[in-house]
């Protein structure tokens, strides 16, 4: 199974932060990884799929990056809608992983 | 408005039987992959199964395989869960999601909210 270790699983930041979650794949998974953002109580969001690609309707202000085995989620200016739980998936093989998660609180 | 909602969950003895369905809406359901995941109590999310749109494919974690069987009814939009000789490990809330693109390597758009699956004497 591919493993995804998620850094760091808590943080701590003011609005207008820029903010970077990374995920790191135990083995190559080219460029099939999703970030998803869930609040508590609520559905997971899809926020980027292809490592880089945005979903429609997400704003711009996220962003992803990577192939291989390192990967980023990118948030440039963190709102306070934005305060939530960020994990990673990994689309390339069966089964699918996910990442432990990243708990982004306000400061 | 993409619509999933579950049902089928409840309490069932080790070695029991449920099977759990989701019905979908607001999208052309034939044309997509569909899985199932499941969070148990203190967990993170996990993979269960996934059934393509296109030729009825199916793959399992390993934790299920032999013992759940996933299907679907394309007439009835219709995602099914059978999940047989249940354990205790089973006991977790189980969610249905939507492909995003069709297949499954462009993650999942939609999911359901889930139901409740406890497995306990």
């Known amino acids: 199974d591919i493993q995804l270790t998620q850094s760091p699983s808590f943080l701590s930041a003011s609005v207008g932060d820029r903010v970077t979650i990374t995920c790191r794949a135990s083995?190559?998974?080219?460029?099939?990884l999703a970030w998803y953002q869930q609040k508590p109580g609520k559905a997971p969001k899809l926020l980027i799929y292809?490592?880089?690609t945005l979903q429609r309707g997400v704003p711009s202000r996220f962003s992803g990056s990577g192939s291989g085995t390192e990967f980023t989620l990118t948030i440039s200016s963190l709102q306070p809608e934005d305060f939530a739980t960020y994990f990673c998936?990994?689309?390339?093989?069966?089964?699918?992983?996910f990442g432990g998660g990243t708990k982004v609180e306000i400061k | 408005e993409v619509q999933l909602l579950e049902s089928g969950g409840g309490l069932v003895q080790p070695g029991g039987s449920l099977r759990l369905s989701c019905a979908a809406s607001?999208?052309?359901?034939?044309?997509?992959?569909m899985t199932w995941f499941r969070r148990a109590p203190g967990k993170g999310l996990e993979w269960v199964s996934v059934?393509?749109?296109?030729?009825?494919?199916?793959y399992y974690a390993d934790s299920v395989k032999g013992r759940f069987t996933i299907s679907r009814d394309d007439s009835k939009n219709t995602l099914y869960l059978q999940m047989n000789s249940l354990r205790d490990e089973d006991t977790a809330i189980y969610c249905c999601?939507?492909?995003?693109?069709?297949?499954?390597?462009?993650?999942?758009?939609?999911w359901g909210q889930g139901t409740l699956v406890t497995v306990s004497s």
């Open positions: 292809a490592a880089s």
């Open positions: 998936q990994q689309l390339n093989s069966y089964p699918l992983t």
């Open positions: 083995q190559g998974i080219s460029s099939f």
């Open positions: 059934i393509s749109g296109t030729d009825g494919s199916t």
């Open positions: 999601a939507k492909s995003n693109l069709g297949g499954s390597s462009s993650g999942f758009d939609s």
């Open positions: 607001g999208f052309s359901f034939s044309n997509y992959a």
